[in-house]
């Protein structure tokens, strides 16, 4: 996949799977699988080092993570997010970020929000890189949101983010991220604009549809929203075979001396 099969994927009326990945063992599994494309989101925040919200997620925090997935996904169009208030920082810092961003292997980079960001995303696409906007539920401004909550439920919210992407559309975005907004919603959305849409909590009307690793695979007992489906209960069976090598240690059930053991000459 490379960018012009979003836009052929839409006209064909195929749908696009995305899923975010962190790691080199997250991003081999994928790289094998039939996912279209990899987001190296900044939920890294969240998902692997425990904080509470995005916000804390840096730039040497994603580079890291899009350098260890672009390791372990050589096939696959990879989307690096850029983290909270790094495209904010001026038009050559912001740049410089970009360019270490595309320089640890992502294909395309992310970021939230539209209005004051149209300027800063017009000349990033100008310089040869796919952008992929965020609209919606926008998690780097959750503190200006006042929490997670769905976004665009009255008419003025709605026609607000319409007018947003149509906005990104024509400021050069390839694709747009649709977080938590009713899918009536995102549905006009995806009918207005000529690039995808790709949905989280946003119906089955986008163009695509994104989830986050961990919770499609059930990884994260804790984190269960209206809008998540897990395709495995991957907590409970780690969790067992955890338990099980425990168990078979203290039994000395394990190491077996024929199957795991080395034999002296
Ligand atoms: O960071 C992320 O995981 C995201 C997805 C929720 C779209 O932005």
């Known amino acids: ?35 279209d494309c990899i987001l190296v989101g900044d939920s890294a925040a969240m998902v692997i080092h425990g904080h509470k919200t995005t916000v804390p997620a840096t730039v040497p925090m994603m580079i890291h993570h899009i350098e ?17 208030c790094s495209y904010r920082m001026g038009q050559s810092k912001t740049m410089e970020t970009v360019d270490s961003m595309m320089k640890a292997g992502s294909h395309a980079i992310k970021l939230e929000g539209a ?18 906007g965020h609209l919606g539920l926008t998690p780097q401004s959750i ?24 906005c990104l559309e024509e400021a050069g975005c390839f694709a747009i991220v649709l977080e938590c907004v009713p899918y009536q919603v995102a549905k006009k959305i995806t009918e207005s604009l000529q690039i995808p849409t790709i949905g989280i909590g946003a119906g089955p009307y986008t163009n695509g549809q ?56």
């Open 1 to 35: 996949m490379n960018v012009l099969d979003f836009q052929r994927m839409k006209n064909e009326s195929t749908k696009i799977s995305m899923v975010t990945c962190y790691d080199y063992w997250s991003a081999k599994i994928l790289d094998k699988s039939k996912i």
């Open 210 to 265: 994104v989830l986050v690793f961990q919770d499609l695979l059930g990884l994260q007992n804790d984190f269960k929203p209206k809008f998540l489906k897990t395709y495995m209960q991957g907590f409970e069976l780690i969790e067992q075979s955890l338990n099980l090598f425990d168990q078979e240690v203290k039994n000395e059930v394990f190491p077996n001396i024929q199957e795991h053991c080395f034999q002296k000459a």
């Open 115 to 132: 209005d004051d960001n149209v300027e800063i995303i017009q000349h990033i696409v100008k310089s040869g890189i796919p952008v992929m």
């Open 143 to 166: 503190h200006a949101l006042g929490g997670f909550k769905v976004q665009g439920k009255d008419e003025i919210a709605a026609k607000k983010i319409l007018e947003q992407a149509l």
């Open 68 to 84: 260890a997935v672009s390791r372990g996904a050589p096939h696959k169009f990879i989307i690096g997010d850029m983290p909270f």
